[in-house]
């Protein structure tokens, strides 16, 4: 029988592998004697103490190499295939399914739909647990893999079919139980849909997953995501800010309670929720940590607390103090609906104590989605580059640069959503765009940790001095 093979792309610098000589176009054949199905038998495999690695020269000389080392200590390899096997998709018709509500002629990778308890092992992905065996179930607890992110939207069996239009969907809800006795680490995700999985049925999920704590550390609890293009699909309405409240009120009633048992919150509603029912965001501490963070759950909670710190860092800094009544800066920073009114109190902050400062919020409105998404990873550069246009042509100063969320744009790229790119923007606009990470400390330095500016002259961009650091 033919051998599994993993080609080797990339070895990490000083790493065991790049000792033992292993090099990239190397082929991984087994560990320990045993064949690799996937990225699960190679975590696992690799975390003794000794272990014995039998690679593929590209001459074809296989290598039989003899590894002490730390336990768990990684190899500091990457496959080509990072799965190290094909991908799971998506069995799931689910009535919330966002990349069901995509326009047609966007790019193919936009609507693939991952459902691979691997990439949540691997990348934080949420999974239904739908296209897993009681082989795959079996695995994760032998090898401890964990956490699994798991996709839950109800534990009501009948109605879980419902929702993910699969008639397996309920059953494989016994899985949770099964996790839960192998000690394997969850966390649990409901997407909730106004007259569908709220209210009751909501009540009902969140009990019946205190069950699994402590393992299941946290659960939360997003609004469905509703686009324009919705045509056909199931009716979801928006919840009403009554209704926010309703459900913040819901989640909090059961926060102490676990808290005083298990140390824990762990049921959290996302910021949209708190945002819809004009509540103040909870405390730090009430986020164990942002497990959840991934998820909209605690994002602008830990963007103020580290805007807060960043800022009255800068307060205190030299540098910045020195220069403070000589510097001079313009610029504009564009984002979603939903985090406008905080980025407008920090720059706010930040003009009072820089006066020569001038900065500029805009909440660019989602057109292409719909003005129902309000997040700023959904925003496309037409979007961005239309509605900025019109403000210039109202003769609004834009300034000389112009900020934007790095998740506007593909990871690692300059392109976002529909495929416009950073340059468009640019030669659209006149402007210089600057991607920002996400954290306080980010934004703060992208405002004023610059030693040099860009404008527009003569169709081309210079560089203006702004202060001496």
Not at 19 to 35: F, K, Q, R, Y
Not at 39 to 52: N, P, Q, S, T
Not at 246 to 257: A, K, L, N, W
Request: with cysteine; hydrophobic share 35%.
């Amino acid at each position: 029988m033919k051998k599994t093979e993993h080609i080797i792309k990339e070895v990490m610098p000083g790493s065991i592998a790049q000792e033992m000589e292993i090099m990239p176009g190397d082929v991984l054949l087994t560990i320990n004697d045993s064949e690799i199905e996937d990225v699960f038998d190679y975590r696992y495999l690799i975390k003794d103490e000794y272990i014995e690695v039998v690679v593929r020269k590209p001459d074809g000389e296989e290598w039989l190499l003899e590894i002490d080392k730390e336990y768990d200590e990684d190899l500091g390899i990457e496959f080509e295939n990072g799965l190290m096997s094909d991908y799971r998709s998506c069995n799931n018709k689910c009535i919330f399914c966002f990349i069901d509500q995509m326009p047609p002629g966007m790019r193919k990778t936009l609507y693939f739909k991952d459902d691979d308890a691997r990439l949540s092992f691997l990348q934080g992905n949420y999974i239904t647990l739908t296209n897993m065996s009681e082989k795959d179930v079996e695995r994760i607890i032998k090898m401890q893999l964990a956490p699994i992110n798991i996709s839950v939207q109800t534990t009501n069996p009948e109605l879980r079919c419902k929702m993910l239009n699969n008639r397996f969907a309920g059953e494989k809800l016994q899985f949770l139980q099964k996790f839960y006795e192998g000690h394997v680490e969850m966390n649990g995700q409901i997407v909730c849909c106004k007259a569908v999985n709220d209210g009751e049925e909501l009540r009902r999920s969140i009990t019946d997953l205190m069950a699994y704590l402590p393992f299941m550390r946290s659960v939360s609890v997003v609004p469905a995501g509703i686009s324009r293009f919705r045509e056909g699909l199931y009716p979801i309405a928006l919840f009403t800010n009554e209704e926010a409240e309703q459900i913040v009120d819901m989640i909090e009633s059961y926060q102490q309670t676990c808290y005083e048992t298990y140390g824990l919150h762990f049921i959290h509603a996302s910021d949209e929720f708190y945002i819809l029912a004009g509540r103040e965001f909870p405390e730090e501490e009430r986020y164990d940590g942002y497990i959840q963070l991934e998820n909209g759950v605690g994002m602008m909670r830990l963007l103020m607390e580290e805007f807060s710190q960043a800022f009255h860092a800068s307060i205190n800094n030299k540098c910045y103090h020195k220069n403070r009544d000589t510097f001079k800066r313009s610029l504009t920073v564009a984002t979603g609906q939903l985090a406008c009114s905080t980025l407008e109190a920090f720059a706010a902050q930040l003009m009072e104590a820089w006066p020569g400062l001038k900065i500029k919020v805009c909440a660019i409105r989602n057109d292409f989605f719909g003005e129902t998404i309000t997040v700023s990873g959904l925003i496309t550069g037409q979007d961005l580059i239309t509605q900025l246009r019109q403000r210039q042509e109202t003769g609004e100063d834009l300034g000389e640069t112009l900020l934007i969320p790095a998740n506007m744009l593909r990871s690692g790229e300059q392109v976002f959503l529909d495929d416009v790119t950073v340059s468009d923007v640019e030669s659209a606009l006149g402007l210089r765009v600057v991607p920002v990470e996400s954290g306080g400390q980010d934004f703060v330095d992208a405002v004023l940790d610059e030693t040099y500016c860009m404008k527009r002259e003569n169709d081309q961009f210079v560089y203006v001095q702004g202060y001496d650091r």
